[in-house]
C-alpha cells in the first residue's frame, strides 16, 4: 500500500525469544524511543537468524468513509511512473494503492480466468489500478479520482479509464490483480523476481532488461507487475510457448537471476524488496551487498547466534561463489 507503508513502517515494537532463551519485551509501542540501538528494526526482515519474534504491537488506521477504485490503460511505463505523480498531486495521503501489470500478465488471467474479464488489455502495453481512500465522502473521493484521470487524459498518461461503480466490482478488479501469480502457475513453470528499484528509474530498468532477456533467449515471456508505488516489480519469466518449461527452469535459471541481478545493481536497486533472502538467494546476497555490509550483517549474526541454531542457511550463506 502506497499510503500505509510496508510492515517494517506499521510495526511499533515487538517481543522476541533470543538463542539464549531470554526474552527481550519491547512491546512499548513508543513512537518516539531514542535509547539507544534500533532493535526493533534489527529483527525485522532477519528471517528468524537473529531471535524468534513471538509478538508483536502494531499501528491500526481508521476505516475510510470512502474506497474507490479505477483501472487505466496507459501507453509505456514511463507514463504509469507519470500518472504516479499525479496521483500523488491529485489524492495526496487518500493514494493507498498503485499497482501495474503488463499486458502478458493480464492476457495469462484471461487465458485461465476468462469469467474475471479483464479490462482494457487487449489493446494497451499496460494497465494501470489506483486505489484512492477517502475520510470524507464517496462524492468528495470521487470528484478527485476525476479531476486526476482528467488530468491524466490531457498529459497523456492515460489512453482510458473505468471507475468501479460498486464494492463488487472494485473487489473484482483487485481480484485480476491478485490472479497473475496464480495464473502464471496455471502457465506452467516459471522464474520468479521480487526487485525494487528507485521510482525514477523503473522505466528505464524495464527497458534495458526486457531487451537483454529478449536477445539472450527466443521467444522468453516477461511478466512484470508490482507494487510501482513503492517501487518494487514482480519481474517474472515464463518460458517460451511450446517448449520443456523443466528443462527451461534446469538450464537458464541460473543465467536469467544473474542477468536480471547485475540490471538490478546497474540502478541502484534491490534482489529482494519484499520475500527476503531466506537460502535460494543466500549465495548471491555477497555478490550484490557490500563487503561492508555483510560483515557488519556476519558480526551480528555471531553475537546473537554463536552456535548458529536459528534458521541456518538462510540469509547468511557459508560460502558463496560467482557462478560462471
Given at each position: 500500500m502506497v499510503r500505509y507503508g510496508n510492515a517494517r513502517e506499521l510495526c511499533l515494537g515487538l517481543?522476541?525469544?533470543?538463542?539464549?532463551?531470554?526474552?527481550?519485551?519491547?512491546?512499548?509501542?513508543?513512537?518516539?524511543?531514542?535509547?539507544?540501538?534500533?532493535?526493533?528494526?534489527?529483527?525485522i526482515g532477519s528471517e528468524g537468524t537473529l531471535g524468534i519474534i513471538t509478538a508483536a504491537t502494531m499501528k491500526l488506521y481508521p476505516l475510510p468513509a470512502a474506497r474507490l477504485i479505477a483501472w487505466a490503460a496507459v501507453p509505456s511505463m514511463q507514463a504509469a511512473v507519470d500518472l504516479l505523480g499525479l496521483a500523488h498531486q491529485h489524492l495526496g495521503a487518500g493514494l493507498t494503492g498503485f499497482e501495474v501489470m503488463n499486458q502478458f500478465a493480464l492476457s495469462l488471467v484471461d487465458k485461465h480466468y476468462p469469467q474475471q474479464r479483464v479490462p482494457l488489455f487487449r489493446t494497451s502495453p499496460w494497465c494501470v489500478l489506483l486505489e484512492n481512500s477517502d475520510h470524507e465522502s464517496e462524492d468528495h473521493a470521487r470528484t478527485l479520482f476525476e479531476r486526476l484521470l482528467e488530468a491524466a487524459l490531457e498529459a497523456g498518461c492515460i489512453n482510458d479509464a473505468v471507475v468501479a461503480e460498486s464494492l463488487s466490482q472494485a473487489q473484482a478488479l483487485w481480484h485480476i490483480r491478485e490472479s497473475i501469480p496464480l495464473a502464471q502457475a496455471e502457465e506452467g513453470l516459471n522464474i520468479k523476481h521480487?526487485?525494487?528499484?528507485?521510482?525514477?528509474?523503473?522505466?528505464?530498468?524495464?527497458?534495458?532488461?526486457?531487451?537483454?532477456?529478449?536477445?539472450?533467449?527466443?521467444?522468453?515471456?516477461?511478466?512484470?507487475?508490482?507494487?510501482?508505488?513503492?517501487?518494487?516489480?514482480?519481474?517474472?519469466?515464463?518460458?517460451?510457448?511450446?517448449?520443456?518449461?523443466?528443462?527451461?527452469?534446469?538450464?537458464?535459471?541460473?543465467?536469467?537471476?544473474?542477468?536480471?541481478?547485475?540490471a538490478v545493481a546497474r540502478h541502484g536497486g534491490s534482489i529482494s524488496a519484499e520475500h527476503g533472502i531466506g537460502s535460494l538467494k543466500a549465495a548471491k546476497l555477497p555478490h550484490y551487498k557490500s563487503p561492508v555490509a555483510m560483515r557488519m550483517m556476519r558480526a551480528l549474526k555471531q553475537a546473537l547466534d554463536p552456535q548458529g541454531i536459528l534458521n541456518p542457511g538462510r540469509v547468511l550463506a557459508e560460502s558463496a561463489s560467482r557462478p560462471l
Open positions: 517481543e522476541v525469544v533470543t538463542a539464549q532463551g531470554e526474552v527481550w519485551n519491547g512491546l512499548s509501542g513508543l513512537r518516539k524511543d531514542n535509547t539507544g540501538y534500533d532493535l526493533r528494526d534489527l529483527f521480487d526487485i525494487s528499484v528507485a521510482v525514477s528509474r523503473i522505466p528505464a530498468f524495464v527497458a534495458e532488461t526486457d531487451a537483454l532477456l529478449a536477445q539472450a533467449i527466443a521467444g522468453v515471456r516477461l511478466v512484470d507487475f508490482g507494487h510501482l508505488g513503492d517501487g518494487n516489480l514482480h519481474y517474472n519469466v515464463q518460458a517460451p510457448e511450446g517448449g520443456d518449461a523443466k528443462a527451461f527452469l534446469r538450464e537458464q535459471e541460473e543465467r536469467i537471476n544473474t542477468l536480471v541481478f547485475d
